[in-house]
């Protein structure tokens, strides 16, 4: 069935080093992607979508590209900042274009000063 | 902030017992959504309310069930409460059906001992 798989963590890293984080994914046809956001105490916030392949969401110098050809969703940002520290998730609706959405087990970032 | 607001922010209570989550969406938005955030499954949809009436079930218990009103907030009932229920849930929601981006409250922390 549909699914979606992102690295584990933590993932530490130092103010201003590059960020990867990877999401497979399974599913029928070509559903949206998303990249969801949980700071500390907080609830999900949406940070980037792709609506189909080739796609490159990006917010707050995050970015991601649908590849449907390695079904790949990874989340990049250039120069991470310690209020970037949180919990990400990667996410699909299903099943296919439903309202529904499956999460990744989420990978929670540090960034160190 | 989202927009979306839950109480209680926290919820501690024994096994057996009955309590009620409780979810306000944005203004104007049809849709809601109630997910379960726990450390052993990850973040999980339990159920969907459409303008009143249920759209979209998932992995929710029979022991748990929700309910939309006329003025669109929307509850989560969780009865006959186990251990295994001590989770995070969230309410989100979303202007109507056919996928739009869900907005997530802050969470309902809910602890059974």
């Known amino acids: 069935g549909d699914s979606v798989t992102q690295m584990e963590g933590p993932v530490t890293l130092s103010e201003e080093a590059f960020l990867t984080i990877n999401c497979t994914y399974t599913?029928?046809?070509?559903?949206?992607l998303f990249w969801y956001v949980q700071y500390p105490g907080e609830g999900l916030q949406l940070l980037l979508k792709?609506?189909?392949?080739?796609d490159k969401g990006s917010n707050k110098g995050f970015e991601a590209t649908y590849r449907k050809e390695t079904t790949s969703f990874h989340l990049e940002k250039g120069s991470v900042q310690v209020s970037d520290s949180a919990v990400y998730f990667c996410?699909?609706?299903?099943?296919?274009?439903?309202?529904?959405?499956?999460f990744g087990t989420g990978t929670r970032l540090q960034v160190f000063p | 902030d989202s927009g979306v607001t839950q109480t209680p922010k926290h919820l501690i209570t024994a096994t057996g017992q009955r309590v009620t989550l409780r979810c306000s969406p944005r203004?104007?938005?049809?849709?809601v959504y109630w997910y379960q955030q726990s450390l052993d499954q990850g973040l999980q949809f339990l159920i969907q309310?459409?303008?009143?009436?249920?759209?979209a079930k998932g992995n929710i218990l029979e022991r748990f069930s929700a309910q939309q009103f006329p003025d669109l907030h929307s509850e989560l009932n969780l009865s006959s409460l186990e251990l295994g229920d001590s989770a995070l849930y969230f309410c989100?929601?979303?202007?109507?059906?056919?996928?739009?981006?869900?907005?997530f409250g802050p969470g309902t922390r809910l602890t059974v001992l």
């Open positions: 792709a609506t189909k392949a080739d």
């Open positions: 996410a699909l609706p299903l099943p296919y274009n439903t309202d529904k959405l499956i």
């Open positions: 599913a029928t046809g070509y559903p949206s």
């Open positions: 309310y459409y303008n009143g009436e249920e759209r």
């Open positions: 203004s104007g938005d049809l849709s």
């Open positions: 989100a929601s979303s202007a109507s059906v056919g996928f739009n981006e869900q907005f």
